[in-house]
């Protein structure tokens, strides 16, 4: 979770946060309650020099629940931010996490619109949740400048425009930024060989006649 995500959280769920902190990052460890201790101590270790603001550790299901409860509160949260939302599911390398994050705030700032950020560090996937008011004159054709500038980035960074939900038909006019002539037009042989009536679902993902 981001800035900003932690901005709603404060803001809407009354959530105890440190005013300082800038980013939460939530880790789960699995195993005998021994191999858990260890697990914990050595994140802890790592993490200590990075300047974190504060760190819990849950030992019972209910020190557990309220930690999770700042993340579920990210998305009941964000309507107060603007009414409409643009959702991205993009992925980069994990190494390039931070540096996707504040392209994304500069894209923000530049288009001044609200976009909050929140996901799954461990694979590299951000839901980016670009936060409009439909009603307001220029809002829709900001969010679609910001689609396309977050997904220019993510490729420059060496990742994907869908990490998690797939491409379909909302990500359809994005593809030749990510695959070349080639590629599509190999997949179209694929998908003629699998499906030669196009009845798996027609129009999708190639929004153009097979």
């Not at 799954?120 to 670009?130: E, L, Q, R, S, T």
Request: some cysteine.
């Amino acid at each position: 979770m981001d800035a900003t995500a932690l901005s709603c959280v404060r803001e809407n769920a009354g959530l105890d946060i440190p005013e300082n902190a800038r980013a939460v990052l939530i880790i789960e460890v699995d195993g005998e309650r021994e191999l858990l201790e260890r697990q914990a101590a050595r994140i802890l270790e790592i993490a200590s020099p990075l300047g974190i603001v504060h760190t819990q550790i849950a030992t019972t299901d209910e020190e557990s629940e309220k930690i999770w409860k700042v993340r579920r509160s990210v998305s009941p949260s964000l309507r107060k931010v603007n009414p409409d939302k643009y959702n991205e599911d993009i992925c980069v390398p994990r190494s390039k996490l931070p540096e996707m994050i504040r392209a994304i705030e500069a894209i923000s700032s530049r288009l001044e619109i609200p976009i909050v950020n929140f996901g799954h560090a461990g694979d590299g996937n951000i839901h980016v949740n670009i936060m409009v008011n439909r009603s307001i004159e220029g809002h829709e054709e900001k969010a679609e400048t910001a689609i396309r500038d977050i997904f220019a980035k993510t490729l420059e960074l060496g990742g994907t425009m869908s990490g998690e939900h797939g491409v379909g038909t909302s990500k359809a006019p994005y593809i030749p930024m990510e695959l070349d002539v080639a590629t599509v037009a190999y997949m179209k042989t694929i998908k003629r060989a699998l499906d030669p009536n196009n009845i798996l679902n027609p129009g999708k993902i190639f929004l153009e006649d097979l």
